[in-house]
């Protein structure tokens, strides 16, 4: 019973590397100018606030795609479909990471507070709308994917803090 249970989240979790990947490499190699530009808002707030950055989504759908073509080499696999599907997990996971701030900006969430479960699901459910357009994903995969990622989510972002990469631990 446990081989199979174990088998799918290794499944869905190597499924979702790209996504980890993204998420991982934009606050990792993130900085510098504001995605945002510094705009307010009808509420006066940030449209995303200065953590989102040109080069951090940039890089967070660069490294999130350039894992798979690496994975793909190594592994003598044809890139084809799962390469669009790496690029699609990595531009949704920095889509929902911008929804997620967006939301917390518009309700009083200032950049760098802590917003539990919003803050660990909204790359991930980017990710998972977007990857869907060129496969589909199994109603266990986003229960699995639901659930470890906000202690996968947390466990990277002490360890980026611990490494003096982020200002806060989550």
């Known amino acids: 019973m446990a081989a199979p249970v174990f088998s799918q989240i290794f499944s869905a979790f190597i ?11 934009a606050g990792f190699f993130g900085g510098g100018r504001a995605l945002d530009g510094g705009r307010v808002l009808w509420d006066g707030r940030r449209v995303f606030g200065s953590g989102k950055t040109v080069r951090g989504t940039a890089a967070g759908i660069a490294v999130g795609t350039l894992y798979k073509v690496v994975e793909n080499l190594a592994t003598a ?33 200032e950049s760098g507070e802590s917003a539990p479960l919003l803050d ?45 990469r982020k200002e806060v631990p989550w």
């Open 15 to 25: 499924f979702f590397l790209p996504a980890y990947v993204a998420n991982t490499g």
């Open 77 to 109: 696999q044809p890139a084809g479909r799962e390469l669009m599907l790496a690029l699609l997990l990595s531009t949704g996971a920095m889509g929902g990471d911008l929804v997620g701030s967006f939301i917390k900006r518009r309700i009083g969430i």
């Open 120 to 164: 660990q699901l909204d790359f991930a459910l980017g990710a998972l709308f977007l990857a869907t357009f060129v496969t589909p994903v199994s109603t266990e995969t986003v229960i699995i994917l639901l659930l470890i990622t906000p202690i996968g989510h947390l466990g990277v972002n002490i360890t980026g803090f611990l490494l003096h």
